[in-house]
């Protein structure tokens, strides 16, 4: 046999190596009480799920992205990757970047996997052609754990970067929020009313921020429990100002001081606070166009000025 093709037939025994020891890890996870136990819980929740296209979706139009969502679903709740704890965690970080609906825990850990596999076979097909690590069989298998383990990481820091810009998006607005929530209290209009019109009128200028508050106003409007509805918000948000916008209502509430003053006081601070964070963004500006400047417009305008005196420094020798 060839080389290339004892490089092929290695490469093909890792990733059956690979994929045997998930399925002994995997059936070793069902085959114990526990296991068992937990799968037939997945199996019940899978059952009393419904099995219609997600909002705003038709059967014709969209059908083939439902049903990919729904096999990702199954496949990620069928998994026995991470437990409870980790997966409530992971629910929390897909709450804070948009993804709100039952499928979204299950979708994040069958992505993770499948990026996973993809990851190590690339890492596997590609392994020969690194210098230092392509030569070693060993070597390899170590690349392909490693990128294996890194794949099933990717997904997550890229939620928490989706979460990050949704953050700051809602940060941006928030005083703008505050403003109008002032005027809906002063109007006489209650804490969810108020809510309400605010969510309404920032549903075109920060979408992010108008769902949440749609949302607030919803669980003020069905449960009553106003602390746990604005604790909520300050969860899925999770912004030091709006904790602090929380803990305000939540007092104001308890001991019967009037909301209006304290949401004046407390826009005119985040307010302020936006205008010092634009002021620092502008005073940081001129030291961060030093380095582009040296690199790109000195040397254009090095060349223009300097360039006709050397050309004819350069035609005075050569005449010489």
């Not at 996870?29 to 009393?48: F, H, P, Q, Y």
């Not at 754990?145 to 990050?164: D, K």
């Not at 302020?272 to 005073?283: M, Y």
Request: charge should be positive.
């Amino acid at each position: 046999m060839s080389d290339a093709s004892i490089e092929t037939l290695l490469d093909l025994l890792m990733l059956v190596a690979l994929f045997g020891t998930l399925a002994l890890w995997w059936a070793a996870k069902r085959g114990g009480r526990r296991g068992r136990i937990a799968e037939r819980v997945r199996e019940a929740a899978l059952s009393l799920r419904p099995h219609s296209s997600p909002a705003g979706m038709d059967d014709d139009g969209a059908g083939l992205r439902a049903r990919l969502l729904r096999r990702l679903a199954t496949l990620g709740d069928r998994l026995p990757l991470f437990d409870a704890k980790y997966r409530a965690e992971l629910g929390r970080q897909m709450v804070r970047g948009g993804y709100r609906g039952k499928h979204a825990v299950p979708i994040l850990v069958a992505i993770k996997f499948l990026f996973g596999i993809v990851c190590a076979t690339l890492a596997v097909m590609l392994g020969s052609h690194i210098a230092f690590v392509g030569r070693y069989p060993a070597a390899r298998g170590i690349l392909m754990v490693f990128v294996f383990i890194v794949g099933m990481i990717v997904p997550e820091y890229v939620l928490a970067l989706r979460a990050q810009r949704r953050r700051l998006a809602m940060a941006a607005c928030l005083p703008d929020a505050l403003d109008l929530l002032v005027i809906c209290t002063n109007a006489g209009n209650s804490l969810a009313v108020s809510i309400r019109r605010v969510a309404d009128e920032l549903a075109s200028i920060c979408p992010p921020l108008s769902d949440e508050f749609s949302l607030t106003a919803d669980e003020l409007k069905l449960s009553g429990d106003s602390t746990r509805a604005l604790n909520g918000l300050a969860q899925r948000i999770d912004l030091p100002a709006i904790r602090v916008l929380i803990s305000t209502l939540t007092q104001s509430m308890r001991y019967g001081t009037p909301i209006t003053q304290a949401l004046r006081t407390l826009s005119r601070t985040e307010r302020l606070a936006h205008i010092v964070s634009l002021e620092e963004k502008a005073a940081k500006l001129a030291p961060k166009m030093v380095l582009p400047m040296m690199l790109f417009i000195l040397p254009a305008v090095v060349v223009i000025a300097a360039g006709p005196a050397i050309i004819q420094i350069l035609e005075f020798f050569a005449k010489q």
